[in-house]
């Protein structure tokens, strides 16, 4: 039975000091900001990016858990691969939504929205859709709200807070006899159709399905629509189920299709519909709304709804989910910086922490790799060609004990699937290139994680080293082709024939080819500690197959065509980029590199170039490590003032704030070690180069196995002039170059600098 909510009298932003917990109970701690009140969600949700034809930082204020399994948010877009459904720059609000997008450039699934209005019913979202402004918004990664426009000056505030699976709505209305709340169940609609949406394919197969029950107050369906359905393989049992509960009863109900509206009618099927509910309210009058999600079946959504939600006490929720993230966030603490490059900082983590999503449910997960269900744990979402660079790497500190079960779950697709994956979505979508699970996986290996099957691990990266993708030699293999089969690396037969990817084979071959040599060195690094003797000495042979388009005169790696020539215009054969975006993209050997560019001066020059003449790109993620390359040239100061330029430029306390697509914490990732004065060139390697920390003091609380750790990190003297490293010491011992390892930092506990206003030429 509905209980009233004792909480709802009490303004959320004095419930929540009130209830911080027990550990800070004095009254003079209980006034002060904690890490959770400095997040921003709006931050990098503009659709514009910080130049003309950049795109924005594609990120959402979702509500929820870290790593949510689905995102509840307000819609104002009807999104779609290219289009989040929440855009910064729309005015009207069309829903609230449990959504699965997990960036702007893959698709939704699974998906489904509520909406409240009054007056004349209105069903689609284009005709439902209510003005809002933004001084009307609170944004929190706990709690949502946003005052809508209703009409005739009558205004109706919604608010959401949520856990993992499932979701709590507040509807405060005005007084009317005609209120309503819009259920869409599934959204295939033709006009967002476009190169980039197969809609029509989907429209053809698919249809949703949503059932009112009057006597519950609960209206339940499933959602089959994957948006990027036509990157992936076929999900017959494909399904988004979910379950909606109102607190109060409604006077009278239907159903919807497209434009035509079906009172009384309990049960519709359909590719563009679902059910409304009316009823009377009285002036502020709130309407709860319960909802719980789930790809296993409407049984398994109801238990996850009685595991999360168990009660309507909207506010005692929200100060769960609060104190959750004030856990997580608090992992890392700053000191001594103004509010609003805390703001930057902790909303960078909020971002860290979205993605891989879960895809689990106590104990259970659909799997889209073999279409069913299985016992265990799961992730889905991993942006692999972005994150496996700085997020996972990040994610050993700040969640470490996650990263088992996220290896775990990459090693179920390939035990599901035949391959890891390369971006799930949630099924594989051969989306970017490279195998760069073997990157991730290499990584917790040689950091010490150990919670899965290494056997099982080395085969599976193995097997992307050395086995061709089916049909490998009949397809190109083009971004965003509709689905053959997996792609992995594609183009291999041809590189371990001749040692590279030929242009005239295989797409996008020069950026193949050096993240595949990438990828051997990561396979190779397991290979070694397992003692695969024979693995390990041909794997670190491909690991420099890079070398092979290395154009001397040009000094540029470039396109060759099958037959050895060179032929070809210095433009085709990349992804995301150009020459100067892979110019130095072998992380895995800096010092091949430095030679194959004739020393360590002309190196530096060239890197110098890079930046001096624009060709750096920090909205994408090919460079991201290009700073730190100074390290290995023996120009360090370079490193440090240029990761004091990027991290102030790329990053601003403004809505927008993000240089480009945030790519599921990837670019917050590398603020977060770019602050804290080192970063991992290189994952799988176990080093980090020294960059220079841009805070006076950084703590991190973290474990090792289950021993809890501390890392002090201090930069003393530091200032707007002092941006130079002078000295560092690891628990008083000097750091005589510029690179330190991991096992010295998880053993260390103060990691000092010595800032200056000037390098010193003597430290490299």
């Known amino acids: 039975m509905y209980k009233i909510d004792i909480l709802k009298a009490i303004p959320l932003a004095i419930l929540f000091c009130a209830l911080i917990p027990a550990a800070n109970a004095q009254k003079k701690s209980q006034q002060k900001k904690q890490e959770v009140d400095y997040v921003n969600p709006i931050i990098g949700t503009p659709f514009a990016g910080f130049e003309k034809d950049l795109q924005g930082g594609g990120t959402f204020p979702t509500v929820g858990d870290p790593h949510a399994m689905t995102n509840f948010v307000v819609q104002t877009s009807q999104n779609k691969m290219s289009r989040m459904p929440y855009i910064y720059e729309d005015s009207t609000v069309m829903g609230f939504m449990g959504s699965h997008q997990p960036t702007v450039w893959m698709g939704d699934y699974g998906y489904f929205s509520v909406m409240p209005e009054i007056g004349e019913l209105k069903t689609l979202p284009e005709n439902r859709a209510l003005p809002f402004s933004h001084k009307d918004e609170i944004a929190k990664p ?35 006899d005609q209120a309503h709340i819009v259920i869409q169940g599934i959204n295939l609609n033709p006009a967002l159709a476009d190169q980039a949406n197969d809609v029509e394919s989907r429209i053809k197969k698919l249809k949703g399905f949503v059932k009112v029950d009057k006597e519950n107050k609960e209206i ?13 393989p076929d999900l017959p049992n494909f399904k988004g189920y979910f379950i909606i509960q109102f607190s109060k009863a409604f006077d009278s109900f239907g159903t919807w299709s497209g434009s035509e509206t079906f009172p009384l009618t309990t049960e519709q099927y359909g590719t563009r519909m679902g059910a409304y509910i009316s009823f009377k309210t009285e002036d502020k009058e709130q309407v709860l709304v319960r909802m719980a999600t789930s790809f296993i079946s409407l049984e398994q959504a109801r238990k996850n709804l009685k595991e999360e939600i168990s009660d309507w006490y909207f506010d005692k929720l929200a100060i769960r989910t609060r104190n959750i993230w004030q856990e997580n966030l608090s992992r890392i603490e700053v000191a001594d910086v103004p509010d609003a490059q805390k703001t930057i900082f902790y909303t960078a983590m909020f971002h860290t922490m979205l993605f891989p999503r879960e895809f689990s449910e106590y104990g259970k997960y659909y799997s889209a790799f073999d279409d069913r269900v299985h016992n265990g744990i799961s992730y889905t979402d991993y942006s692999l060609w972005d994150t496996y660079r700085a997020l996972h790497p990040l994610l050993i500190f700040t969640q470490p004990e996650l990263v088992n079960g996220m290896v775990n779950s990459l090693l179920q697709m390939y035990k599901e699937g035949g391959w890891l994956p390369m971006w799930p979505n949630p099924a594989e979508t051969n989306i970017m290139i490279g195998t760069h699970a073997d990157a991730v996986i290499a990584d917790a290996y040689i950091k010490g994680f150990r ?7 080395y085969e599976a990266i193995r097997h992307d080293a050395m086995v061709p993708p089916d049909c490998d030699t009949k397809h190109l293999w083009a971004d965003r082709d509709p689905w053959t ?27 193949r080819t050096i993240e595949y040599s990438y990828d051997d060195y990561c396979v190779s690094v397991v290979a070694k500690d397992l003692g695969k003797t024979d693995d390990y000495n041909l794997l670190t042979q491909w690991s420099k197959n890079y070398k092979n388009l290395f154009i001397p005169e040009t000094g540029f790696f470039g396109p060759r065509k099958f037959d050895g020539t060179f032929n070809v215009p210095d433009t085709v054969g990349f992804t995301e980029g150009d020459k100067w975006t892979y110019a130095f993209g072998a992380m895995h050997d800096p010092a091949g590199m430095i030679a194959l560019m004739g020393g360590n001066e002309k190196f530096a020059a060239k890197l110098d170039s890079n930046f001096t003449q624009g060709h750096y790109h920090h909205d994408n993620e090919p460079g991201h490590h290009y700073i730190y390359l100074f390290d290995y040239c023996g120009q360090p100061w370079k490193t440090q003032e240029l990761v004091r330029t990027h991290t102030r430029f790329n990053y601003r306390d403004e809505p927008l704030g993000i240089n480009g697509n945030d790519d599921c914490g990837q670019m917050s990732a590398w603020y977060i070690f770019g602050v804290m004065g080192f970063y991992p060139v290189a994952p799988g390697s176990g080093i980090y180069a020294i960059g220079a920390p841009q805070f006076p003091r950084l703590t991190l609380h973290y474990k090792v196995g289950n021993q809890d750790r501390q890392l002090n990190i201090v930069a003393r003297n530091l200032s ?22 991991h096992a010295d930092l998880i053993n260390g506990k103060d990691l000092v600098f010595e800032m200056g206003p000037k390098p010193n030429y003597n430290w490299k």
């Open 142 to 176: 706990y709690y949502y709200s946003v005052l809508l426009k209703a009409g005739n000056k009558k205004q109706i505030r919604g608010e959401i807070t949520a856990a993992s699976r499932c979701g709590f709505f507040r509807f405060t209305f005005p007084k009317s």
């Open 451 to 457: 919670g899965y099957d290494v056997n099982l691990a």
């Open 485 to 511: 089969a997996s792609e992995a690396r594609a183009g291999m037969s041809y590189e371990h024939a001749v040692g590279y990817v030929p242009v005239d084979k295989t797409s996008e071959s020069v950026s």
């Open 220 to 232: 339940t369906g499933y959602n089959p629509d994957r948006q990027s359905a036509q990157l992936g």
């Open 720 to 741: 707007a002039e002092n941006k130079y490293i002078q000295k560092v010491s690891l628990d008083g011992k000097p750091i005589e170059h510029p690179f330190i390892s």
